[in-house]
């Protein structure tokens, strides 16, 4: 009887009655006069934020990005280049150690150890070996053809020659000697004395005179030539250019060059030194004016700007945003509040969950669905 009184559904008010509409109309007058000031003040807060932003903090950042990059080009890549010089000492050192190690001591085991062994074994061994091996060679292959030779052959060849060969050729040779002088000899000698007489008395001044009329022909051809194309050039270039060029030499490019030279050098001396040192001096009088005045400016700057937002940021700003945080809570709170005990006077107290949800649920505020039914039933439970 119990659960069936308590599973009874009691009438839910809709709340959009007019009193309702009452409660809420000075509910939201006391919510734009105090949230609309906050909202205000928060954009005015957020305009400020972003023109701190754009006109301090990326003018800021900006700055701090050149510096690093000054930085690193004139800090650390000489650092860097430094510790590359370093590395390839290191390199050199490490080199000339592994040579230390490596390489000369079995250099000098290779140059006085080995080398001298392998010429001792070369000439005390090898060579004495070889000498031997070789007396063997000729002993075994040489000798033996070198007395054939000396003992058989030549004698032979000796003996042919001197009574048999020698004996037929002289009998050849002095009937070719007879055939020549009786037979070829005064025919020869008379187409001789013929061609010798044709030779000195007629080719032989017909030669001369071809010969000195090639000459005179040649010499005056030269003459000629010389006369045409070299004298001309020749003293030209003696007696015009060479003295023009000596000349302009000596007498206008040497005293033109010597005052050129004379005025570069004075130039140089007298002006360009004095105008580097000045601008040099000018540069380094205005690096030092430079940093005097960013070193004043940075001054300035911490003295009227950021110390005095740091002192307002701390000891304005920072409490004024507290205590809007603390009137903002207890504002909302306060509303809160006042809507709960608005609504629970004029409509009561919300309304409860049934006992046979509250029984399904076990008192849980999730779907009654998605629990499993009760293992004893209710006609059970009342008998």
């Given at each position: ?46 305009l400020?934020?972003?023109g ?53 001591p079995?250099?000098?085991l ?70 020549y ?46 006369a ?14 060479v ?86 809570r ?14 629970q ?15 399904r649920?076990?008192?849980r ?16 439970r009342?008998?």
């Amino acid at each position: 009887m119990d659960l069936e009184k308590h599973g009874r559904h009691e009438p839910e008010p809709d709340g959009r009655g007019c009193v309702f509409a009452v409660v809420r109309i000075p509910v939201r007058i006391l919510a734009v006069v105090i949230v609309l000031p906050l909202r205000m003040a928060w954009d005015l807060l957020v305009l400020g934020a972003r023109g701190v932003h754009r006109r301090a903090l990326r003018p800021a950042g900006d700055a701090v990005a050149w510096l690093f990059a000054r930085l690193y080009r004139y800090v650390l890549t000489p650092l860097g280049h430094g510790l590359a010089w370093l590395a390839r000492g290191t390199g050199l050192v490490l080199k000339w150690l592994a040579l230390a190690v490596f390489y000369w001591p079995w250099a000098a085991l290779g140059r006085y150890v080995l080398v001298p062994v392998g010429a001792a074994l070369w000439r005390r061994v090898l060579v004495p070996l070889g000498l031997a091996l070789g007396w063997l060679a000729k002993a075994l292959f040489v000798w033996p053809w070198v007395a054939l030779w000396r003992y058989v052959l030549v004698p032979g060849a000796a003996a042919l020659y001197r009574y048999l060969l020698r004996p037929v050729g002289g009998a050849v040779a002095w009937t070719l000697t007879a055939a020549y002088r009786y037979l070829l000899v005064p025919p020869a000698l008379g187409v001789a004395w013929l061609a010798r007489g044709l030779y000195r008395y007629v080719l032989t001044p017909a030669g001369h005179a071809l010969a000195w009329l090639a000459r005179s022909a040649g010499v005056a051809s030269g003459w000629l030539a010389k006369a045409v194309f070299v004298w001309p050039w020749v003293a030209l270039w003696r007696y015009v250019a060479v003295p023009a060029a000596v000349g302009t030499y000596r007498y206008l490019l040497t005293p033109l060059g010597h005052g050129l030279a004379w005025v570069a050098r004075g130039l140089y001396r007298y002006v360009l030194t004095p105008l580097g040192h000045f601008v040099a001096a000018a540069w380094h009088l205005a690096g030092r004016v430079s940093r005097a005045i960013g070193r004043g400016l940075l001054r300035l700057w911490r003295g009227l700007v950021a110390r005095p937002a740091a002192w307002v940021h701390r000891h304005v700003l920072t409490p004024a945003g507290h205590l809007v945080r603390e009137v903002w809570r207890s504002s909302r709170l306060a509303v809160r509040e006042a809507r709960a005990s608005v609504r629970q006077a004029l409509f009561g107290p919300p309304p409860r969950e049934p006992a046979r949800s509250r029984a399904r649920t076990l008192g849980r505020t999730t779907a009654a669905g998605n629990t499993p039914a009760p293992e004893i039933s209710l006609h059970e439970r009342q008998g």
